[in-house]
């Protein structure tokens, strides 16, 4: 129960969440919302939840955590190819929250949503009796039956990223061993790019046409490449990737010059938020050149192969690698 | 991080979640679900999360749990007159959770949604961090336009209540008093009936069409009659209620009976996810009957009046009371 100095639950939402409400959710004084999808469209419906402790840090900035929860539900419906309508909230505070987190969570997120055109529909306000848990239920919508699913890749469609991969892994561990002789040699400019991407995931809504028009399969890059690209092929198919045409930033580039090793932290580490989709050979390049229109890099790193077991990575010492302990796992 | 002897989350989710998922799901294995409603139809939403120690006790059955979490949105669907079309879920797992809790979760939580007609199409599973929390969003649909909304009260109308008022905050004590002198006069059969109520929300789903047609405003009663009546007036209407017409079981009867102050209990108690709704007069009997056809009594308990302040209950023995603490809070 919240302390006699705190104001209700139906004043709290009122005063910080009420400003983000998007039609159909009258105000977030009624115990739910409507919404229609656009005539001859799809609803598309993701649900994810970050926690204290696991997939951030509690003294993160509450904006950051904001953007953070809504942000990996926007990357899944971008992976899907659909465009963002509305979102559901449920927010589970710990005990010692205050009012000034609540109102920075609450800045960071309409900034978001606003940001994305995805205002918030509703949700539910309760204590978690432990660390803070927020849980989004995004919706978005496709044309009809043109959702991109993530299971049906074809064998010799070109594997596509967009974007760059390992920067949030490797600002998790700037995080975690800010000391590392890897991390000495970053300068500052670098080494905030780096933590940037940890704690805030660029959902790549602007590739979700191309997606939708080119992508045989499609997902986000969530727990790490690796795993990630092994979950989207499942059985009867793999991968050849050639890891030198994964796309790094150049604070990646730096990082892993100076300690090659990491290359593994790219390759499996988590949080990226990039989208990873095949596509025929002969679509690569209008794909290509429409997601650069919409101002999104792809990179086309390997080809889908017949077969089972983990995607194959030719490494940059010749040697060929798969990572069979998987994907990182929050759970 | 699960201990080796489990499962993965994938794992865990083809096994207890894939056989209750929905048409557009894609049987769990993607990370969004497609949803679209009938022609003339807008879908509704709502969110409601359940904390273990907060709105259940840890050691409920984990069938019951499911119920519950699954239940109180179905009664908020019920009551803007909307049939449910499927949900998503984000269930947060306490550190202690074992494979026979999640099994009987499941087990629970595909009854209630077979029930309800409301299949699984996504979620979430992690690691909470302290106890288990479940949050349900739910998709309902109702004709375009036609969502009965909170806040539509006019002076005059008839304040109507499903079911029965009271059982689950009777049943609630008994969990926390079992020794009280009322609790020892009941008999077996009406405290199981009391304990029932508290741990299975019956959501009114066969009285929504009724309510549909015939309600000028509804809501669910989840945080006490008294409050929840305050809630849907809002400012510049407030209500008369008959204390008398309050419908209660036998078991509440009895109790009242015996403890006579229990009816604050009754009244403000929370966890009753009956439907409570306004009528204009010339309807009401139009109302009762539809949903007697559905099979749910409907009572009518009070009158809309104009003016502010909270509702004025004539109490048994004469007087006027008003319960100006407000709803009972979860939060």
Same mark, same amino acid.
Do not use: Q
């Given at each position: 129960?919240?302390?006699?100095?705190?104001?209700?639950?139906?004043?709290?939402?009122?005063?910080?969440? &009420?400003?983000?409400?998007?039609?159909?959710?009258?105000?977030?004084?009624?115990?739910?919302?409507?919404?229609?999808?656009?005539?001859?469209?799809?609803?598309?419906?993701?649900?994810?939840?970050? $926690?204290?402790?696991?997939?951030? *840090?509690?003294?993160?900035?509450?904006?950051?955590?904001?953007?953070?929860?809504?942000? $990996?539900?926007?990357?899944?419906?971008?992976?899907?190819?659909?465009?963002?309508?509305?979102?559901?909230?449920?927010?589970?505070?710990?005990?010692?929250?205050?009012?000034?987190?609540?109102?920075?969570?609450?800045?960071?997120?309409?900034?978001?949503?606003?940001?994305?055109?995805?205002?918030? +529909?509703?949700?539910?306000?309760?204590?978690?009796?432990?660390?803070?848990?927020?849980?989004?239920?995004?919706?978005?919508?496709?044309?009809?039956?043109?959702?991109?699913?993530?299971?049906?890749?074809?064998?010799?469609?070109?594997?596509?990223?967009?974007?760059?991969?390992?920067?949030?892994?490797?600002?998790?561990? +700037?995080?975690?061993?800010?000391?590392?002789?890897?991390?000495?040699?970053?300068?500052?400019?670098?080494? &905030?790019?780096?933590?940037?991407?940890?704690?805030?995931?660029?959902?790549?809504?602007?590739?979700?046409?191309?997606?939708?028009?080119?992508?045989?399969?499609?997902?986000?890059?969530?727990?790490?490449?690796?795993?990630?690209? &092994?979950?989207? +092929?499942?059985?009867?198919?793999?991968?050849?990737?050639?890891?030198?045409?994964?796309?790094?930033?150049?604070?990646?580039?730096?990082?892993?010059?100076?300690?090659?090793?990491?290359?593994?932290?790219? +390759?499996?580490?988590?949080?990226?938020?990039?989208?990873?989709?095949?596509?025929?050979?002969?679509?690569?390049?209008?794909?290509?050149?429409?997601?650069? &229109?919409?101002?999104?890099? $792809?990179?086309?790193?390997?080809?889908?192969?017949?077969?089972?077991?983990?995607?194959?990575?030719?490494?940059?010492?010749?040697?060929?690698?798969? *990572?069979?302990?998987?994907? *990182?796992?929050?759970?």
């Amino acid at each position: 129960m919240a302390g006699p100095a705190r104001a209700s639950e139906e004043g709290l939402i009122a005063r910080y969440f &009420a400003p983000l409400a998007g039609p159909g959710a009258d105000g977030l004084r009624d115990d739910a919302a409507t919404l229609t999808p656009a005539p001859g469209h799809d609803l598309v419906l993701t649900a994810d939840a970050v $926690v204290a402790g696991i997939h951030f *840090f509690a003294e993160d900035p509450p904006a950051s955590i904001a953007r953070k929860a809504l942000g $990996v539900n926007l990357s899944d419906i971008a992976a899907k190819g659909a465009v963002p309508r509305g979102f559901l909230l449920t927010l589970a505070l710990p005990d010692d929250w205050t009012e000034d987190w609540l109102a920075g969570f609450a800045a960071g997120l309409g900034a978001a949503a606003t940001e994305a055109g995805c205002p918030l +529909l509703g949700g539910d306000t309760v204590r978690s009796g432990g660390p803070a848990l927020i849980s989004v239920t995004l919706i978005g919508e496709v044309p009809t039956g043109a959702i991109v699913r993530r299971h049906a890749a074809r064998v010799g469609d070109r594997i596509c990223v967009t974007g760059t991969i390992g920067d949030a892994a490797l600002g998790l561990r +700037l995080r975690l061993e800010a000391a590392a002789p890897w991390a000495a040699g970053l300068d500052p400019a670098l080494k &905030a790019a780096l933590a940037d991407r940890y704690l805030h995931p660029r959902p790549r809504l602007a590739a979700a046409r191309a997606v939708r028009r080119h992508a045989s399969a499609a997902m986000d890059v969530s727990d790490g490449l690796a795993g990630d690209l &092994a979950k989207m +092929l499942g059985a009867g198919r793999t991968a050849r990737v050639a890891t030198s045409e994964v796309p790094l930033s150049e604070a990646a580039r730096r990082a892993c010059a100076a300690e090659p090793a990491l290359i593994e932290a790219v +390759l499996t580490g988590g949080d990226d938020y990039e989208i990873l989709c095949t596509v025929a050979p002969e679509r690569l390049e209008a794909f290509r050149a429409e997601a650069a &229109a919409a101002g999104i890099a $792809v990179a086309a790193i390997g080809t889908v192969t017949p077969g089972d077991g983990p995607p194959r990575f030719d490494m940059p010492d010749g040697a060929e690698r798969v *990572f069979t302990a998987g994907a *990182f796992s929050h759970f």
